[in-house]
C-alpha cells in the first residue's frame, strides 16, 4: 500500500509569497495518477491538479504541479487570501490514497 | 453541468446501517469510462476513499471496510448508493460523493452530508 506524506503541516505565509507544497510517496507511483484538491472550511475538496502538472478546469496559472517517481510538488506562486486551505495531494494506484493535507494560512 | 448530491441520515446509532445517496444530475451515471466513489471525512481530520463504482456496475473498496461496505448504483434514477453497516463513533463523519474521472481524479464533488453515530 502506498503511503502519501504531506509536508509541511502547515505553512503561514504573506500574500504575494510563493508556497511550495509537497507531496512524498513511500513507493515510486506514476504522475499521471497524482492529483492535488483544495479544501476550504466547510466546503468539499476541489480539484486543482490531474496528471501531476494539469491544471483542472477555471483553475488560476499561479497553481501549479510538478514532480516524478516519489516527489511531487504544488506551488502556488502568488498567494492571494483566498488561497488559505487545506491542501491534499491524491494517487490512484488500485486504491485510492491522500496525504495527510498541508494547511496554508495567510498572514 | 454535472452536479452530486448526497443525502440520508444525519444520525444513526451504534451497531446499526449507515445509508447514503448521492444524486447525480446533468449527467449520466452510466456513461462509459467514469467511476462514481464515496469519500469520507472525520471531524478535524485528513480524507479517506471508501469506496467506488464503475459504470459497467463493477465496486472496489477500501480493503479496512471491505467486509462492511457495498456500492450500488440505479440507473433508472442516475443514483449510485453507500451502506456501511455495524457502524461505531468511529464512523462519524462527513460523507462525499464524486465522479471519477478517467485518470482516477475526483473532479466533482458533491457537498457532503455530515453524518453522526451516537446513540
Known amino acids: 500500500e502506498i503511503v502519501l506524506t504531506q509536508s509541511p503541516g502547515t505553512l503561514s505565509l504573506s500574500p504575494g509569497d510563493r508556497a511550495t507544497l509537497s507531496c512524498r510517496a513511500s513507493?515510486?507511483?506514476?504522475?499521471?495518477?497524482l492529483a492535488w484538491y483544495q479544501q476550504k472550511p466547510g466546503q468539499a475538496p476541489r480539484l486543482l491538479i490531474y496528471g501531476a502538472s494539469s491544471r483542472a478546469t477555471d483553475i488560476p496559472d499561479r497553481f501549479s504541479g510538478s514532480g516524478s517517481g516519489t516527489d511531487f510538488t504544488l506551488t502556488i506562486s502568488r498567494l492571494e487570501p483566498e488561497d488559505s486551505a487545506v491542501y491534499y495531494c491524491?494517487?490512484?494506484?488500485?486504491?485510492?490514497?491522500f496525504g495527510g493535507g498541508t494547511k496554508v494560512e495567510i498572514k | 453541468q454535472l452536479q452530486l448530491q448526497e443525502s440520508g441520515p444525519g444520525l444513526v446509532k451504534p451497531s446499526e446501517t449507515l445509508s447514503l445517496t448521492c444524486t447525480v444530475s446533468g449527467g449520466s451515471i452510466s456513461r462509459s469510462s467514469y467511476y462514481w466513489g464515496w469519500i469520507r471525512q472525520p471531524p478535524g481530520k485528513g480524507l479517506e476513499w471508501i469506496g467506488s463504482?464503475?459504470?459497467?456496475?463493477?465496486?472496489s473498496y477500501i480493503p479496512s471496510l471491505k467486509s462492511r461496505v457495498t456500492i450500488s448504483a440505479d440507473t433508472s434514477k442516475n443514483q449510485f448508493s453507500l451502506k456501511l453497516t455495524s457502524v461505531t463513533a468511529a464512523d462519524t463523519a462527513v460523507y462525499y460523493c464524486?465522479?471519477?474521472?478517467?485518470?482516477?481524479?475526483?473532479?466533482?464533488w458533491g457537498k457532503g452530508t455530515t453524518v453522526t453515530v451516537s446513540s
Open positions: 513507493q515510486s507511483v506514476s504522475g499521471s495518477y
Open positions: 464524486a465522479k471519477i474521472g478517467l485518470f482516477y481524479y475526483m473532479d466533482v
Open positions: 463504482i464503475y459504470y459497467t456496475g463493477s465496486t
Open positions: 491524491h494517487h490512484y494506484g488500485g486504491s485510492h490514497t
